[in-house]
């Protein structure tokens, strides 16, 4: 079952299934989180002084900007979407 999914051939794979764009490919889309998530880590990664401020606010900016975690969605309804 693994072995069909990473070939694609599991069902329900297709781009529409997705929501992605017309003219959209799903490994371009996911290439696309990627390095948005990948730039949020680096943004954490890069402060000298750490600290559950920086956490909290990469968390928030992660859950938002790639998994599409907002508003009613949110813990505590912390965060709306743009």
Do not use: H
């Amino acid at each position: 079952m693994l072995g069909q999914i990473a070939e694609r051939k599991g069902g329900q794979q297709a781009e529409a299934d997705y929501g992605v764009p017309k003219g959209l490919a799903l490994r371009d889309e996911i290439a696309r989180y990627y390095r948005i998530g990948e730039a949020l880590f680096k943004d954490l990664n890069a402060s000298a002084n750490p600290s559950a401020a920086a956490a909290l606010t990469f968390t928030e900016e992660l859950l938002r900007s790639v998994f599409g975690i907002c508003g009613d969605q949110a813990p505590r309804g912390r965060w709306n979407c743009v």
